[in-house]
């Protein structure tokens, strides 16, 4: 395993060409899961795992890796699924969400494919159980393939803080919005409610969509509505970079290409991280990047690019 993710570097190029690169796995069984190669540090075989006290039923335990302790997340178990046995034959998949280190228990690591987002699917609406904790599927030599909501698991682990500190200046962000709306962009429904809930507190109207194909017609809609540009109704675009049909890198990209558009502020709100992030953020031309989920810098955000208006 130690050569599997030797190459990252050479993926950034894959970036804003609507493309990514699946790290497959396995937890119980034959079904194929799959992870973005962006997300992962390392892969390896599961070391010893220390239990710790009154962790959550979700953690196996923590491991020693390179001089940092990580928790150890069973995929399988946090799913709904039975957890997984033998943790010396399996594997742990050291990744980076949300500003913080976790190891991913897994069965089995297989191989690294390279995809289309257009071919990322979301998943059959009115699933539930373990559909619920997918934000989107595939399909690879002829399996599906499922791509895992980690950040609604981490957020059942440790619920991220929603509310926007008091000392946090957000006083004029309704001023600067008037009657128009933020437009938030993001397939997991975690990250959705999360933003939600952190700008709803300051009285400002909020579309929501699931992916970037979603968040760009519904521009271009508004946009034919409207008599100048569709900053006359949108005050602000949210949107996530990793989503189903089309990427925040695309989107934003697809946004400047066009008259009607290309004056909308764009913030790209995400769980990725990584000095190549900010590079694209300059490429596709978005006005910010800002790492998952800290509120009082997304309010910040929101309003240092709408006060520029």
Not at 295 to 306: G, I, T
């Amino acid at each position: 395993m130690a050569g599997i993710l030797d190459s990252v570097n050479q993926r950034t190029q894959l970036v804003g060409q609507n493309r990514l690169e699946l790290l497959l796995f396995r937890l119980n069984g034959r079904q194929r899961f799959g992870i973005n190669v962006f997300k992962v540090r390392e892969v390896l075989q599961c070391p010893p795992l220390t239990a710790i006290p009154k962790r959550n039923k979700y953690v196996r335990g923590i491991a020693h890796i390179r001089g940092q302790t990580i928790s150890v997340i069973d995929l399988s178990l946090a799913t709904g699924g039975r957890a997984i046995e033998n943790t010396k034959d399996c594997f742990i998949i050291i990744a980076e969400y949300n500003r913080s280190v976790q190891g991913f228990l897994v069965q089995s690591v297989e191989r690294i494919i390279n995809i289309n987002w257009a071919a990322i699917m979301p998943p059959p609406k009115g699933t539930g159980g373990k559909q619920s904790y997918l934000t989107a599927i595939t399909e690879i030599d002829k399996e599906l393939v499922e791509i895992i909501d980690v950040e609604k698991i981490l957020e059942e682990i440790s619920p991220s803080p929603t509310s926007i500190s008091s000392h946090v200046a957000t006083s004029t962000i309704s001023e600067d919005l008037g009657d128009r709306l933020i437009l938030i962009a993001d397939d997991s429904a975690v990250a959705r409610n999360q933003v939600k809930r952190a700008l709803e507190g300051l009285g400002v109207q909020m579309h929501l969509v699931n992916n970037g194909r979603e968040a760009l017609t519904y521009l271009q809609e508004t946009a034919a509505a409207c008599q100048n540009s569709v900053t006359d109704k949108v005050g602000l675009l949210i949107s996530d970079i990793e989503m189903p049909e089309m990427d925040g890198y695309t989107l934003t990209a697809e946004i400047r290409l066009d008259p009607r558009l290309k004056p909308l502020h764009v913030i790209l709100h995400t769980s990725l991280s990584g000095v190549f992030n900010q590079q694209m953020v300059q490429k596709v031309g978005a006005d910010d990047f800002i790492a998952k989920f800290n509120p009082d810098e997304l309010a910040e955000s929101v309003r240092k690019w709408l006060h520029t208006d």
